[in-house]
């Protein structure tokens, strides 16, 4: 089912490249995307990501929220910039969107599995 409802649901679509280009991409392909480079920083599992068009003068642009679970060790502010970096270096890269603003809000702190629970 729920590849049924992505296929009904793409998500509206995004801006790429300069306005001229007329290039496009669906929300739901780009947030996939975001949120497995988000998911490379240790420990991290994104949950929900939101993309829409920023207003404003730069027109290709967009705003982008993410809610992430984290090790609950981790601190906060510096494991939120390590998400932001990798988020933004992939939206950069691939699909080659241009990110107006970022919001990375934490929305659980959870344990970090234990070693034995790693290797089964």
């Known amino acids: 089912m729920d590849l049924v409802r992505l296929e009904l649901r793409p998500g509206r679509p995004l801006p790429l490249g300069?306005?001229?280009?007329?290039r496009w991409i669906m929300e739901t392909v780009a947030a996939r995307t975001l949120r497995?480079?988000?998911?490379?920083?240790?420990?991290?599992?994104?949950?929900?990501?939101?993309?829409?068009p920023a207003d404003g003068p730069d027109a290709v642009a967009v705003e982008l929220r993410l809610d992430i679970h984290a090790p609950a060790g981790a601190g906060p502010p510096e494991l939120a910039?390590?998400?932001?970096?990798r988020v933004r270096e992939?939206?950069?890269?691939?699909?080659?969107?241009?990110?107006?603003?970022?919001?990375?809000?934490?929305?659980?702190?959870?344990?970090?599995p234990a070693a034995d629970d790693q290797e089964g």
């Open 18 to 22: 300069e306005p001229a280009e007329d």
């Open 36 to 52: 497995e480079a988000a998911e490379t920083v240790d420990g991290v599992r994104a949950g929900s990501c939101r993309l829409a």
């Open 81 to 85: 910039e390590r998400v932001r970096q």
């Open 90 to 112: 992939t939206a950069d890269r691939h699909p080659g969107l241009v990110v107006a603003a970022m919001d990375i809000r934490i929305t659980d702190l959870v344990d970090a």
